[in-house]
């Protein structure tokens, strides 16, 4: 598999048993699934002034933060995450404290992210834009440069390889990256029987 060292991945650990015919024994090999992080763009003119004011900052995009600062979303944030309000706020305070440097918050912050981004999309999410996986991708972009192990659960790697295949519809297919991803889905598969 070619890695662009320029873009940004997430890492899936996928087990590959390989059958060791002279020594008549099965041996676990780890190999890593590179799966590259799609940058998004914003749905429109109003998330876009949304999206390029946390990006100035080179921060996640805070949904208690978009209320103080857009005050016109306010109702529309309300009426789709009303239910998931009290996450919002942990996940805001996880935010800030790892902008102050806290290494747990920002594994905290990918965790709440993984959870929330189950609930999309909402009509907010439609308005301001996609920011659950924006948020997603620069988690990951943040823990990775800070060296920091993590894994994500399997239904956000699916997402995340789902978003890497629609980009790359039109390119040729990498079939390193298809046989990893195809023995990912097998031990996904496995698990649950």
């Known amino acids: 598999m070619n890695i662009d060292k320029s873009k940004n991945y997430y890492i899936e650990p996928v087990e590959i048993e390989v059958y060791l015919k002279k020594a008549g024994k099965v041996r676990t090999v780890i190999k890593d699934l590179y799966i590259e992080l799609i940058p998004l763009e914003p749905a429109n003119d109003k998330s876009r002034q ?3 004011t946390f990006r100035a900052k080179d921060e996640p995009i805070d949904l208690m933060e978009v209320q103080n600062l857009f005050p016109e979303y306010i109702k529309i944030i309300y009426d789709s995450y009303y239910q998931n309000m009290d996450l919002f706020e942990k996940l805001s305070m996880h935010f800030k404290a790892g902008l102050a440097g806290s290494v ?3 594994r905290l912050s990918l ?3 993984e959870l929330l981004l189950k609930y999309e999309p909402t009509m ?3 308005v301001i834009g996609d920011f659950q996986t924006h948020n997603l991708n620069h988690m990951i972009i943040k823990l990775n440069r800070l060296k920091e192990p993590f894994l994500l659960e399997d239904s956000t790697v699916a997402y995340l390889i789902k978003r890497k295949n629609i980009a790359y519809k039109d390119r040729p297919r990498d079939k390193e990256f298809d ?3 195809e023995l990912w889905e097998y031990n996904v ?3 649950f029987f």
């Open 50 to 52: 949304i999206f390029e």
């Open 104 to 106: 747990d918050s920002w």
């Open 111 to 113: 965790y709440f992210t």
């Open 124 to 126: 907010a999410s439609k």
């Open 179 to 181: 046989k990893l991803v």
């Open 189 to 191: 598969k496995e698990k």
